[in-house]
Every structure is written in structure tokens, then in C-alpha cells.
């Protein structure tokens, strides 16, 4: 990770931090429909401890919590790079699942 830029990091923290709001906003709105929220609040762990380790804020994760982490954060790539290749070049849709998929490696990468 040391290769990395610091415009790519922070660019990916706020990718992250954006990724964040939305399983935020799921959450509450699956909450208030009565709907399973399981998966959402996995989600929203990983990322949140995948954010911590690419801030390398201090943390208090175990390395259960961490293997946890990198796993979910791992099966999110399938179908985000699904979504990607139906998108057009150079649209924003595209940037912004790149600039995700990048912060996504970013986090794997930081919990390693």
C-alpha cells in the first residue's frame, strides 16, 4: 500500500465514507420497512473497519472481526465489477464504481 498515492487514498476514503451513508441510509429505511437487515449490517462493518485500517485510525477489532471483514469486503467485488462492465466508459457511474472498486482493494489490502 505504500505505492499508493495520497490523492488515491483519499479518494478512496471518501469512496469508503460514502459507501458508508449508503448502507446508513439502507439500514434505516429496511429497518423501518421490517425487512432482514443481516446482510446490511455486515456490510456496513466491513467497510467501517476497512475505512479504519486505511485511516490506520486506532481500532479495538479483533482478528476475528478483521477476517470477517476482509471476506465480506471480498464478495462485494463480483458484483460491483458486474455492474461496472454494463457501464458506459466515461460516464460518472463508471468513475465512481472504479474509484469504489479501487477503495475496495485499498481496505482488503490495509487488513492484510
Known sequence: MENVS???KLESI??????????????????Q?????????????????G???????????????????RIVLTSLFPSIENIYLKSKAGSPQRTLLERRIKALELAVEAID
Do not use: F, W
Request: proline share 2%; net charge positive.
Open 6 to 8: 495520497n490523492v488515491e
Open 14 to 31: 471518501k469512496s469508503l465514507q460514502s459507501t458508508i451513508r449508503k448502507l446508513e441510509n439502507a439500514l434505516s429505511q429496511m429497518t
Open 33 to 49: 420497512k421490517g425487512a432482514n437487515t443481516t446482510l446490511v449490517k455486515k456490510r456496513l462493518k466491513a467497510v467501517c473497519i
Open 51 to 69: 475505512l479504519a485500517m486505511l485511516e490506520k485510525s486506532p481500532h479495538h477489532y479483533t482478528q476475528e472481526d478483521l477476517a470477517e471483514a
